[in-house]
């Protein structure tokens, strides 16, 4: 059993490594981060609640952010918004800067469009 923390190390070396060179708002980084960190006590439930406290993306980006602190995750901003991009698409739809979101972001050549805003191309 000496060598059964080999796979943990090398998973934290290749995220460490990933995390240098993603973009702001990776939603899939923030997938594997959100997966790797919160999952475990986390269900559905705690997203899809009739009572959500969040009421925008920048409450879930405050939410991720203070859970990051309280945990002592040490996260990125860009971090913090990634996880809450994966959030937002998973589980709570808000209007989202193309910025956070780009795989729904503004196709338009001026002016800002939100993701979800119910304009559509």
């Known amino acids: 059993m000496r060598f059964a923390h080999i796979p943990v190390i090398a ?7 990933w995390a240098g060179a993603a973009p702001a708002a990776d ?5 594997i981060l959100y997966e790797a960190r919160c999952g475990g006590c986390h269900a559905e439930s705690v997203h899809g609640r009739a009572k959500r406290v969040a009421t925008d993306f ?6 991720v952010r203070r859970w990051s602190g309280s945990l002592g995750l040490g996260w990125t901003d860009d971090e913090v918004r990634g996880v809450a991009a994966h959030l937002n698409a998973r589980y709570y ?3 989202c800067p193309p910025a956070d ?3 729904t972001g503004s196709r338009d050549a001026g002016g800002p469009r939100y993701a979800l805003d119910g304009r559509s191309r």
């Open 101 to 103: 979101c780009r795989a």
């Open 11 to 17: 998973f934290t070396v290749i995220a460490l490594a």
């Open 93 to 95: 739809r808000f209007a």
């Open 27 to 31: 939603r899939e980084r923030g997938r």
């Open 58 to 63: 920048e409450a879930v980006v405050g939410w």
